[in-house]
Nanobody
Framework: QVQLVESGGGSVQAGGSLRLSCAASGYTYRNYCMGWFRQAPGKEREGVAVFNSDGRTSYADSVKGRFTISQDNAKNTLYLQMNSLKPEDTAMYYC??????????????????WGQGTQVTISS
């Protein structure tokens, strides 16, 4: 049974930083894509960044240069380091996984495994 558990959300002022974590368990696929998505109230869930099992990453244009996705294989944990945060980054952030390859950040419906989400709130 695949479980993805996010943590690290919170409230910070614009310009600040947060690091989100996604602890994965029960995921036995050798080749996979894991990613971070976010959903603001009244908006569709959008992709933020993805990390493939070969280490290739992709980012949404809105976060390039500010966010960094990484993985610690030993800890089975996916991270999202978010710097220079803006009020428009406010959303529920979700971790997702799928046994596929992501050449770019795909739509949310490409992923079958999801965490419960962690809230990020950025004040101006």
């Amino acid at each position: 049974q695949v479980q993805l558990v996010e943590s690290g959300g919170g409230s910070v002022q614009a310009g600040g930083s947060l690091r989100l974590s996604c602890a994965a368990s029960g995921y036995t696929y050798r080749n996979y894509c894991m990613g971070w998505f976010r959903q603001a109230p009244g908006k569709e869930r959008e992709g933020v960044a993805v990390f493939n099992s070969d280490g290739r990453t992709s980012y949404a244009d809105s976060v390039k240069g500010r966010f960094t996705i990484s993985q610690d294989n030993a800890k089975n944990t996916l991270y999202l380091q978010m710097n220079s945060l803006k009020p428009e980054d406010t959303a529920m952030y979700y971790c997702a996984a799928e046994p596929t390859y992501c050449w770019r950040v795909p739509p949310a419906d490409r992923f079958g495994y999801w965490g419960q989400g962690t809230q990020v709130t950025i004040s101006s």
